[in-house]
């Protein structure tokens, strides 16, 4: 059975969760391959509870579901165990999580160096969350990292943080006139966290390449979007991690090969959070309408979400850098009401028209959005269960969308509820 990926491509917050929870039932494995907490699904169950995941898969939620955090995944121990109370609290079954043992921690002197340098970055700042992601991956790529294994490993545990600290606490101290952290009392609180932790720590390359095997359908998710890559996103305005669809293999341990169907996920109009350059961004009563209708806060940070017209020239960037197959649009409904709607096609940069990503940075922070309009629709669409149901103005839209963006829509969100979707066509 091959494996399928689900990745947003646009900056973010398009609505992974819910197009992960719409597939969990048909699913064995829904895997994490990537991120750590600075990243938020909002998941709404077919009974109207409202769930926010930060670290947790979104498979979580469905019965006989198993949900495995990847090694890809830096992981917050208190902040993996206090989410996993909180939907224990609401009746979930939390029992069934699997995290890889390569899977890297996030330590306090990450967290206490995140929050620090961004802000003496001042106007220069990249917008992070200051969970400590950015200095984490840090030390896993310079070899300085703490693993979930480490937590079954007392001596080796305190081996590592010991040396980290020699270096972690002369630029707390010297650089930031902050206080040291203390060694041994981290070492004394992730033994604590090893003790409920422990028993899920597995390793999680093997178990997903039997399922495989087994004929069982294993769906990957990532933690942000296409344009937060590290290496694909609008750099330096990205994530510290590849949320992209080739990041799903190396997130995971599972083969390239074994992986047929990426579905990216769209919202109808664009959204980030945090800095960066963004062309259609919007400033005016548009703009507010999208972030009030559309509930544009941030999920894990709090903070309202930027909001603008869909940008198809990410989309079809999105759809090169992943190899995406089909989309899920979503939040369609948010476009209800308006007279007509903008699509930006191409950018117009100095003076010279592209239809592809500027090359340099500067040429992004310069591009002016080429807008094509259509026509809108007052009717309300959160009803809608065929595409046929839909408008003929937002069917137009729609099919726009899939002319511009290179890949067919085959699943259209019109409404926050599981159960509030189009299908155009089987994803599974």
Known sequence: ?????????????????????????????????????????TVITPDGEKYALHLLPSGILTPGVVPVIGNGVVVDPGVLLEEMDGLAARGVDVSRLVVSADAHLIMPYHVAIDRVSERYLGK???????????????????????????????????QKVEAALELKNQILVKIYNRKALDGPAIVAEFLGYAERIGPMIADTRTLLADALDRGEQVLLEGGQGTLLDVDHGTYPFVTSSNP??????????????????????????????????????????????????????????????????????????????????????????????????????????????????????????????????????????????SFEDLPKNAQAYVRRIEELSGAPVSVIGVGPGREQNVVVRDLL
């Open 1 to 41: 059975m091959p494996a399928m990926v689900l990745v947003g491509a646009q900056w973010g917050d398009e609505g992974k969760g819910k197009a992960t929870d719409v597939l969990g039932g048909k699913v064995r494995y829904v895997v994490r391959y990537q991120g750590g907490n600075n990243a938020g699904h």
């Open 124 to 158: 220069a700042k990249i917008g992070t969350t200051g969970r400590g992601i950015g200095p984490a991956y840090q030390d896993k790529v310079a070899r300085l990292g703490v693993r979930a294994q480490d937590l079954l490993d007392p001596g080796i545990l305190a």
């Open 244 to 385: 992209t669809a080739g990041g799903a293999a190396v997130g995971s341990g599972i083969g390239p090969t074994r992986i047929t169907q990426v579905v990216g996920i769209l919202k109808a109009y664009t959204t980030r959070v945090g800095s960066g350059p963004f062309p259609t961004e919007l400033f005016d009563e548009f703009g507010e309408h999208l972030r009030t209708v559309g509930g544009e806060v941030g999920v894990t940070t709090g903070r309202d979400r930027r909001c603008g017209w869909f940008d198809a020239v990410f989309a079809r960037y999105a759809t090169t850098v992943n190899g995406v197959t089909d989309f899920f649009l979503t939040k369609l409904d948010v476009l209800s009401g308006l007279d007509r709607v903008p699509i930006c096609v191409a950018y117009d940069v100095d003076g010279e028209r592209t239809d592809t990503m500027p090359v340099t940075q500067t040429g992004l922070h310069h591009a002016k959005p080429v807008y094509e309009y259509l026509d809108g629709w007052t009717e309300d669409i959160t009803g809608a269960r």
